[in-house]
Every structure is written in C-alpha cells, then in structure tokens.
C-alpha cells in the first residue's frame, strides 16, 4: 500500500513561489513503473494534472504549466516536490501528490493540502 | 489536449435509485478512461480504471462501460455513502485530463 502526504504552506504571496512537498511511504519513489504526479483541485471542483517524475526519473509536465512548473526528487528521503512559479491568486487551489502504476488511472492520493495565493 | 464533458453537472436522486453519469471525450479515447469519487473533505478514490474494471474495495454496485468517446458511470441502489463529487478522467495522450464532475446528492 502506497501512502503519500502533502506539505506545504497555506498561503503564498502572489509572485512568489510555491512549494509543496510529497512524502512518500509504503513504496520506494524508484519501484519500476510508478510514475508520482501533482495534481491540483481549484475552488469550483475543476481538476488540472500539472506533471509527474517518473521511478526513472524522467519528467513531464502539463504544457499550461510548461513555463513555471519544476517537478524534483529526493530518493534518499523518499520524497517528491513541487514549485510552480511566479503564482497569481489563479493558482489557489488544493495541491494533491498521486501515484500511479504504469502510466494509467491514479491510484493513490495524498489527502491534499489548501495553498491560497494572497497578498 | 482531449477535453471531458461530463453530464450532468449536478444530480439528485433517492435511495436505492439507479443514476447514470455520461463523459464525453472529444476523441476517440480507446477505453483509456478512469472514474474517482470525491467525498467532502477527501481526496478523490479510484473507482474504476479501463473504463469498466472495479477497483479493489469497490462495492459492486458501481459499474463502469462505454467506447470511442462515450463513457458512462452505473451505481445501483444509491446508497448514502455516494453522495459526493464523481470525475472521469482520460489516460490515453498527454496532458491527462478532468472532466468537469458531478455533484451527486440525495433527494
């Protein structure tokens, strides 16, 4: 069973940047073929997938996002980041890490984590 | 990108009603399609993945069909426990992508 938790500020001052942290236990972020995305939920219940880093390493981001997206790992902690920069309050949104087996549905979600972009 | 249009937006149905949820992909999607429910307050849940293979943990009352670029989410006998926000989502190209969801309530 794979078990992911957010981490993260609750509020960012617009122009800032973002940063969220993904937490990872149950499986190391390297077993072949897991693939680990950030996905995001904005007020009104639109769902937006911003990328992943994949057990190999390689990336992949949402070309909407392409500009101001890093996605990153740290395999020695087991964990995976996000930044996303240069934030508007249209960023404001929960922030979700999930994982998924061989590049198709998600099948396990950290429980999110509200980021609200305010002055 | 491949857009999901989900139908309806909201819907209101009884218990032990049966309600369906209709996703429309803008093209043909080769059964790449997965449907989440989202209780409030939690994070979205695997239902079912390839368009009609149920998650584990699952109740059977959820089921899932469709091809091409029509896809559809059954539950049967509504339960109170299924009240919550319903999604499908495309696999099949990059960027993945929503649909826009279904707030399912209780009459």
Redo the contacts between chains.
């Keep these: 069973q794979v078990n992911l938790q957010e981490s993260g500020p609750g509020l960012v001052k617009p122009s800032q940047p973002l940063s969220v942290t993904c937490s990872v236990t149950g499986y190391s972020i390297t077993t072949s073929y897991y693939y680990w995305n950030w996905i995001r939920k904005f007020p009104g219940n639109k769902l937006e997938w911003m990328g992943y880093i994949s057990y190999d390493g390689s990336i992949y981001y949402n070309p909407s996002l392409k500009s101001r997206i890093s996605i990153t790992r740290d395999t020695s902690k087991n964990q995976f980041f996000l930044q996303l920069n240069t934030v508007t309050t249209e960023d404001t949104a929960v922030y979700y890490c999930a994982a998924d087996y061989g590049y198709t549905s998600f099948d396990y979600w950290g429980q999110g984590v509200m980021v609200t972009v305010s002055s | 990108d491949i857009q999901m249009t989900q139908s309806p937006a909201s819907l209101s149905a009884s218990l032990g009603e049966t309600v369906t949820i209709e996703c429309l992909a803008s093209e043909d999607i080769y059964s ?1 399609l ?1 449907w ?1 429910q989202q209780k409030p307050g ?5 239902l079912i ?2 368009a009609n293979s149920l ?1 584990d943990g699952v109740p059977s009352r959820f089921s899932g069909s469709g091809s091409g670029t029509q896809y559809s989410l059954k539950i049967n006998s509504l339960q109170s426990e299924d009240v919550s ?1 319903y ?1 499908c ?1 495309q ?1 099949y190209d ?5 649909g ?2 279904t ?1 399912l309530e209780l009459k």
């Design positions: 790449n997965a989440y939690k994070s979205p849940q695997l993945y390839y998650n926000i999604f989502q696999n990059s960027p993945r992508t929503f826009g969801g707030k």
